[in-house]
């Protein structure tokens, strides 16, 4: 059964950088499409990123473009997400997530990956 862990959220000041790491288990992360949601309180689930099974491919929800960059180590089964010139908007939960339709780039819903972790919290402070 596939399973996804996230680590690296921390508090950080406005402008900081960070890097959160996610490892999947009980699978190869070759199968998979590999990307980054978040949730801040009262609001829906927000698409950040998608990174395509090789890497090839890269797409950003518009929030994030020019600051956040992901990335993947397939032969260590990890995703990162670095994160850049932080905004206190930045501040949620963020859950990594795969998607066995690897190859495809734009896929923005939720609903679209069947696997998911169990959130790590970025909280940016001002």
């Known amino acids: 059964q596939v399973k996804l862990s996230e680590s690296g959220g921390t508090l950080v000041h406005i402008g900081d950088s960070t890097r959160l790491s996610c490892v999947l288990s009980?699978?190869?992360?070759?199968?998979?499409?590999m990307g980054w949601f978040r949730q801040s309180p009262g609001k829906e689930r927000e698409f950040v990123a998608r990174?395509?099974?090789?890497?090839?491919?890269?797409h950003y929800g518009d929030s994030v473009k020019g600051r956040f960059t992901i990335s993947r180590d397939n032969a260590k089964d990890t995703v990162y997400l670095e994160m850049n010139n932080l905004k206190t908007e930045d501040t949620a939960d963020y859950y990594c997530?795969?998607?066995?339709?690897?190859?495809?780039?734009?896929?923005?819903?939720?609903?679209?990956?069947?696997?998911w972790g169990q959130g790590t919290r970025v909280t940016v402070s001002s």
């Open positions: 990174i395509t099974e090789s890497g090839g491919s890269r």
């Open positions: 997530v795969a998607d066995p339709k690897k190859s495809f780039v734009f896929r923005e819903s939720p609903a679209q990956y069947p696997y």
């Open positions: 009980g699978g190869t992360i070759r199968d998979f499409a």
